[in-house]
């Protein structure tokens, strides 16, 4: 029973770097463009290269 002493505040604070580091994410702009990456794969870069 006495290990809940320590796993409990051991959950918070892993829960709280968690939270902060989703936080941090959000305002760093991480999520402001998924439909980016998705577009991107379909794009022939070869098509590019005999253009120039």
Do not use: C, N, T
């Amino acid at each position: 029973m006495s290990i809940l002493l320590y796993l409990i505040p051991i959950a918070l604070v892993l829960g709280l770097i968690g939270l902060g580091a989703f936080i941090w994410a959000i305002k760093s702009g991480q999520y402001d463009d998924l439909d980016g990456a998705a577009h991107r794969i379909l794009i022939d870069d070869d098509d590019e290269e005999e253009q120039q």
